[in-house]
């Protein structure tokens, strides 16, 4: 008897097609395990908008600190005025910009986490076993 194990974190549609192409599995299996990866792929993509978001974020952070070394410079200046207001415009509108990204985090998040809640139990249902 050959045994051979395949971890479900490797698994792609390409390694699906080649099981299926060559007898290792059933089509039902082959369907039972495209799911999986279609569900590990909204995981996945769900992770990179939170990922993008945090990038937003930090970019944001960044350009605030610039901002706040540009305003203390402005001690004395006759431009002072009118580049304090300009800035503090800038950083109220950034915060709403923060705020909105952090909310989307959130939500992405709670979204990511179902979706992961949702893979762990096709995985934790999923039984396969042929024989060749």
Same mark, same amino acid.
């Given at each position: 008897?050959? =045994?051979? /194990?395949?971890?479900?974190?490797?698994? &792609?549609? @390409? #390694?699906?097609?080649?099981?299926? !192409?060559?007898?290792?599995?059933?089509?039902d299996?082959?369907?039972?395990?495209?799911?999986?990866?279609?569900?590990?792929?909204?995981?996945?993509?769900?992770?990179?908008?939170?990922?993008?978001? =945090?990038? /937003?974020?930090?970019?944001?952070?960044? &350009?605030? @600190? #610039?901002?706040?070394?540009?305003? !203390?410079?402005?001690?004395?200046?006759?431009?002072?005025?009118?580049?304090?207001?300009?800035?503090?415009?800038?950083?109220?509108?950034?915060?709403?910009?923060?705020?909105?990204?952090?909310?989307?985090i959130?939500?992405?998040?709670?979204?990511?986490?179902?979706?992961?809640?949702?893979?762990?139990t096709?995985?934790?249902?999923?039984?396969?076993?042929?024989?060749?």
């Amino acid at each position: 008897m050959l =045994q051979s /194990d395949f971890q479900l974190a490797n698994l &792609d549609d @390409a #390694r699906i097609a080649v099981f299926s !192409k060559n007898g290792s599995i059933t089509p039902d299996m082959a369907q039972a395990l495209q799911k999986i990866a279609a569900q590990k792929a909204v995981v996945s993509k769900l992770e990179q908008e939170m990922e993008d978001r =945090q990038k /937003d974020i930090d970019r944001i952070v960044a &350009d605030q @600190a #610039r901002l706040r070394e540009n305003m !203390k410079a402005l001690k004395g200046s006759s431009e002072e005025k009118a580049l304090i207001q300009r800035y503090t415009s800038q950083l109220d509108q950034q915060e709403t910009q923060l705020d909105s990204l952090r909310k989307t985090i959130q939500n992405t998040e709670a979204q990511r986490d179902q979706a992961n809640d949702q893979l762990q139990t096709m995985i934790a249902d999923l039984q396969l076993e042929t024989t060749l």
